[in-house]
């Protein structure tokens, strides 16, 4: 499997932008699902984000739609999370993952993978 790290999380005013990084290692990174989850304190983690293995298929949670977009480029081993009008909610670590597949019809869930990033903080605040 791949080993994952994410970077690109800081401190964000709100309705600004931040460009997260999922970068990999290992071999056959691209035969891999690719999703992005957070989690904020006192909160269960949640999957934000999946693209499939090719990047040609992608979903988002309610809650980022028409914001976030996701991208991946497998010939340097990485997917990118652009995160736009970010808000005080969106305050979180957040982690990306690996799996086989995105899953059909639903956002994927913490027991989708065991194979997650150590996190990378983004805070929105004034």
């Known amino acids: 499997q791949v080993q994952l790290a994410e970077s690109g999380g800081g401190w964000v005013q709100p309705g600004g932008s931040l460009r997260l990084s999922c970068e990999a290692s290992?071999?056959?990174?691209?035969?891999?699902?690719i999703g992005w989850f957070r989690q904020a304190p006192g909160k269960e983690r949640e999957g934000v984000s999946c693209?499939?293995?090719?990047?040609?298929?992608?979903k988002f949670a309610d809650f980022v739609k028409g914001r976030f977009t996701i991208s991946r480029d497998n010939d340097n081993n990485s997917v990118t999370l652009r995160m736009n009008n970010l808000q005080s909610e969106d305050t979180a670590l957040y982690y990306c993952?690996?799996?086989?597949?995105?899953?059909?019809?639903?956002?994927?869930?913490?027991?989708?993978?065991?194979?997650w990033g150590q996190g990378t903080q983004v805070t929105v605040s004034s």
């Open positions: 993952a690996s799996a086989a597949r995105c899953p059909i019809g639903a956002m994927p869930t913490p027991q989708w993978t065991n194979n």
């Open positions: 290992g071999i056959n990174f691209g035969y891999y699902a």
């Open positions: 693209t499939s293995s090719s990047g040609s298929m992608t």
